[in-house]
């Protein structure tokens, strides 16, 4: 008697469960008002987006890539969000998420084809535009869609629920919600990022077009799997797939060709044909968790490098607002009351622990070295920070009273060294922050200047590559504006990273007779360029011996600090054993 009371109560607990599970789903199609009519009607709709053959679609993917395309590179927001209305793949990806719910292979099937064929022609079509185009830089639009995070996985989710309910509903209001569903989950302009990564891999650049290509292709397999996933549940918790429902599928099957075409390809290859129903809930499920859950390893990642940007910044604010209110407390008006200065302009930088302070004063009475250092101490003070943690770079521009009302005060014209200094001290804060196109990094600048007033800046770059004369105009335009001088010119001068290789006698320390020269060129460019490093890359041959190596790394050592006066602190030595020959590498200290 005992043993039949264990049997029943699984099973009353199966049941009841199963009771509970229903009324949830009837309550929520009751909700949205979706009728066995109007699942009907969307299980079909559905299957009719998946097609290949509509001659209408493929305009709007075609269309939508050039536009959204065309909106990456021009850097426009309004021509990317006009390529996000169109949003074609939406109907294909809710498709595969009803596949799913249901267990219908054959629509599973034919919209994986459909998005497969879908995806080729969008990318394929950026890059032909990317070639085409005489200027291929990085914009804002593309940079912002190369590091997605979980936030644009939560987005996705959120999208994807509401646009299965959009799409669900038949009430005319919700219609209101489909353009917004679109632009919020971008399906385009990813694709089209990634068009544009391998279009610049095969013209310019192999590593960074591969690194862009990369970040737009996560960024569209999150919102195609976060889609997918929602709508799954969406349609699970309608419950769509009734006998009713399977009928009128059924029935329009057989009078779609298409349809008919893979049902007679699915007869042809017995394993799909029997497997044409997944009826396991569990192993439906599992295909798209599992990517869900992999995705979230890159996109935790760049997540946390994006709150670390985000911290970074926040702290920056609060130090500027301590150094703004310093600044008007102690140091705006002179000890009679009256103004003596006017702050124009102020700028905080955290760089590694270095706190940068920048300020711009037009004032009547310049700022003694004392007032300076005070003002430094008690901005450090504030901080918590010492006072050696912060430097204060402050161009004072000499004016009048600048309308104090009170009274006119005759001021010292400043010395011409004081004017270069000033002027100095604004061309390194203006420069010292301008943005290379990758993989190039600002190494240091010269100023030059003739008595025609004309204003050169010759700027020092390391990369693999030279800039693009499109990213070279838009550089000197830049500076221009930063500088606030219309005639300045920019002069850019390559350092390529692989310096160069060093050939030594053999079974010796003797550097050969070309070998000197190249570390001649090695040596002045250090010399020139204090920031600066060299990494020198050994491999030990066969038979030669780690006393060899050692004096031959003693040899490059000496040579650079005897002619060229380089300290030892800024030549690295490593070992690789893939390389064939002594290699030497330029990187930047990042102090």
């Given at each position: 008697m005992s043993e039949v009371s264990a049997n029943r109560h699984p099973q009353k607990t199966f049941f009841k469960t199963r009771r509970i599970t229903v009324r949830v789903r009837d309550w929520f199609s009751g909700s949205l008002g979706v009728g066995p009519e109007r699942k009907e009607?969307?299980?079909?709709?559905?299957?009719?987006?998946?097609?290949?053959?509509?001659?209408?679609?493929?305009?709007?993917?075609?269309?939508?890539?050039?536009i959204a395309t065309l909106g990456l590179i021009l850097n426009s927001p309004a021509v990317i969000i006009g390529a996000m209305l169109i949003s074609p793949l939406m109907g294909p990806i809710l498709a595969s998420g009803l596949a799913l719910a249901t267990g219908d292979l054959i629509l599973g099937v034919r919209?994986?084809?459909?998005?497969?064929?879908?995806?080729?022609?969008?990318?394929t079509f950026a890059v032909v535009l990317v070639a085409l185009l005489p200027f291929k830089e990085m914009t804002a639009e593309i940079a912002g869609r190369t590091s997605p995070t979980t936030l644009d996985l939560f987005i996705a989710l959120f999208s994807g629920a509401i646009g299965s309910i959009a799409i669900c509903r038949e009430v005319k209001g919700v219609v209101t919600s489909i353009p917004g569903v679109a632009i919020a989950?971008?399906?385009?302009?990813?694709?089209?990022?990634?068009?544009?990564?391998?279009?610049?891999?095969?013209?310019?650049?192999?590593?960074?077009?591969?690194?862009?290509a990369t970040g737009g292709g996560l960024l569209f397999i999150t919102n195609l799997v976060a889609i997918t996933f929602t709508a799954m549940i969406v349609f699970l918790l309608l419950r769509i797939d009734t006998r009713r429902v399977r009928e009128k599928l059924e029935a329009w099957r057989n009078q779609d060709r298409e349809s008919l075409w893979w049902q007679h390809l699915f007869k042809r290859i017995p394993p799909l044909e029997h497997a044409r129903e997944i009826r396991s809930f569990p192993l439906r499920m599992s295909m798209v968790v599992i990517p869900l859950v992999v995705i979230l390893i890159p996109l935790t990642q760049s997540f946390f490098q994006l709150q670390e940007e985000i911290t970074k910044k926040q702290l920056e604010n609060r130090m500027e607002r301590t150094a703004l209110y310093l600044w008007k407390e102690y140091f705006e008006r002179a000890q009679n009351g009256d103004i003596r200065s006017y702050l124009d302009e102020i700028s905080v930088k955290d760089n590694d622990g270095k706190v940068e302070?920048?300020?711009?004063?037009?004032?009547?009475?310049s700022y003694t070295p004392t007032e300076r250092s005070e003002y430094v101490r008690l901005l450090a003070s504030h901080l918590d920070r010492s006072a050696d943690s912060i430097a204060l770079q402050m161009v004072e521009i000499p004016t009048s009273a600048r309308d104090t009302r009170t009274r006119q005060e005759r001021v010292t014209p400043p010395s011409v060294a004081q004017l270069q200094a000033s002027f100095l001290q604004r061309v390194q804060f203006a420069l010292r922050d301008l943005r290379l196109p990758p993989p190039a990094r600002q190494v240091d600048y010269q100023i030059t200047t003739d008595p025609s007033g004309s204003f050169r800046v010759h700027l020092s770059y390391l990369s693999e590559r030279e800039i693009g004369a499109d990213a070279q105009d838009l550089l000197a335009e830049s500076v221009k504006a930063r500088l606030s001088y219309p005639t300045a010119t920019l002069a850019l001068e390559r350092?390529?990273?692989?310096?160069?290789?060093?050939?030594?006698?053999?079974?010796s320390a003797t550097l050969?007779?070309?070998?000197?020269?190249?570390?001649?060129?090695?040596?002045r460019r250090l010399k020139e360029h204090p920031r600066l490093q060299l990494e020198v890359t050994f491999k030990k041959q066969n038979g030669e011996s780690d006393e060899l190596?050692?004096?031959?790394?003693?040899?490059?050592?000496?040579?650079?600090?005897?002619?060229?006066?380089?300290?030892?602190?800024?030549?690295?030595?490593?070992?690789?054993?893939?390389t064939e020959n002594i290699t030497c590498r330029f990187f930047l200290d990042q102090r």
């Open positions: 009607e969307l299980y079909v709709e559905l299957s009719k987006a998946a097609t290949l053959k509509d001659f209408v679609y493929w305009l709007q993917i075609f269309f939508a890539a050039g919209t994986a084809v459909n998005l497969i064929f879908s995806c080729l022609g969008a990318v989950v971008a399906l385009m302009p990813p694709l089209c990022v990634v068009g544009y990564g391998i279009g610049l891999a095969v013209s310019l650049n192999r590593a960074e077009g591969i690194n862009i302070v920048y300020l711009r004063v037009f004032d009547n009475v350092i390529p990273t692989n310096a160069a290789i060093i050939s030594f006698e053999r079974d050969r007779t070309n070998g000197a020269d190249p570390l001649a060129e090695i040596g190596v050692e004096e031959r790394r003693k040899t490059i050592a000496d040579y650079l600090q005897t002619n060229w006066q380089v300290s030892l602190d800024r030549i690295v030595f490593s070992d690789n054993p893939e």
